[in-house]
């Protein structure tokens, strides 16, 4: 179910790593749990932030929850479809629904990330 090529957080964001950048987003897990999402608000392109802050709100029918990032780095781009139209995240959040693109500060945070495997692991624990 969650794509092999991507990291996870215990917060359930994702990260699909190419280079020195990242593309980052919540899982279909995150999204099944909010339920419909009706609005989200993403930070400003430039942005710097790290490992832990806040970026962003996503609203659901069901609860407001904030995005944190898993890692450092500079915002270089946001998918403004989902903020458009966040039924995007709805229907495909681990592809057309990614939140905001991050060119990463420090590539050293991505090993306390868990892999596919790992987070499947993480999930059927249910202490999350």
């Known amino acids: 179910m969650y794509p092999s090529e991507y990291l996870y957080s215990p917060e359930h964001e994702w990260l ?11 899982t279909a897990y995150a999204q099944e749990e909010l339920g419909e999402v009706v609005f989200v608000e993403l930070p400003a392109v430039g942005s710097q932030m790290k490992a832990g802050d806040e970026i962003g709100t ?11 990032t898993p890692v450092s780095g500079e915002v270089i ?8 139209d966040p039924e995007v995240l709805n229907d495909d959040p681990h592809a057309k629904g990614w939140l905001v693109k991050v060119r990463l500060a420090s590539k050293g945070e991505l090993d306390s990330l868990m892999n596919a495997e790992k ?7 249910g202490e999350h």
């Open 119 to 125: 987070y499947d692991a993480f999930l059927q624990d």
């Open 16 to 26: 699909k790593v190419e280079g020195d950048e990242a593309k980052l987003g919540i």
């Open 58 to 68: 996503i609203e659901s029918v069901k609860a407001v929850a904030e995005l944190y």
């Open 77 to 84: 781009a946001v998918n403004d479809a989902v903020v458009d």
